[in-house]
């Protein structure tokens, strides 16, 4: 069966710093990523998503970036956190058959100070 | 741009008791539609969805939901609730066509059921 993976749960950060998050896919092959983001009271925004190894497509503007360096490997990184980085990260998989399904990773809790 | 719009940001209901919790949509086109779930510190995890067909779909313990396009709706349902049910319900929406890949979630309707 398929699982997802991310890591750090939780993360501190002061203002200013960089950031690395990763999320990794088991028991698939291809899949589609994606990474959100879940502030308090607004539900889940797609930051980016990628159907290959390489290719990323951003839906929001902002400070992040995210890059795909293998088939199952997602990182959402940052050169300088802001404050208003703060929130809940998710990553995503999905098949590649048109559109399918996402499953969802269990989180990273990042706090930036 | 797609939108998705939940009535009720929080919901407290005795065991039970009938649950619905509504789910409005906007999109210019054929949709996909999902329910997930976020119980108390566990994964976001899809509860039900509807890609075609029947506009009654049934989901994991007891849920269903019914998408009635006139009203752009997804309400979920659920006829007794349960303590267990506690958690916060997220409705979703995306394109059906190739290339669909942005799912728009709404901002949550947070469940507390009183035992």
């Known amino acids: 069966s398929q699982t997802i993976h991310q890591w750090p749960a939780t993360l501190v950060q002061p203002v200013g710093s960089p950031l690395s998050l990763e999320c990794t896919v088991e028991?698939?092959?291809?899949?589609?990523l994606y990474w959100y983001r879940q502030a308090a009271g607004r539900g889940l925004q797609l930051l980016f998503y990628s159907v290959g190894i390489g290719q990323i497509s951003s839906e929001v503007p902002q400070n992040l970036s995210a890059s795909r360096p293998q088939d199952r490997q997602f990182i959402l990184s940052s050169k300088k956190l802001l404050l208003s980085d703060s929130g809940f990260y998710l990553c995503a998989w999905s098949g590649m058959e048109g559109f399918d399904t996402q499953y969802f990773g269990p989180g990273t809790r990042l706090t930036v100070l | 741009a797609q939108s998705v719009s939940q009535h009720n940001h929080h919901v407290i209901l005795s065991e039970a008791a009938s649950l619905e919790l509504g789910c409005n949509y906007s999109y210019g086109g054929t949709v996909n539609l999902f329910w997930y779930v976020q119980y108390p510190g566990q994964h976001l995890q899809l509860l039900l969805k509807?890609?075609?067909?029947?506009?009654l779909v049934k989901g994991i313990k007891g849920f269903e939901a019914e998408f009635i396009k006139s009203k752009f709706s997804f309400n979920l349902r659920k006829p007794s609730v349960q303590w267990s049910d506690t958690a916060e319900y997220f409705c979703a929406v995306s394109g059906s066509g190739a290339g669909s890949y942005q799912l728009t979630f709404g901002k949550g309707t947070k469940l507390s059921v009183i035992p």
């Open positions: 509807y890609f075609s067909g029947d506009p």
């Open positions: 028991g698939t092959s291809n899949p589609n």
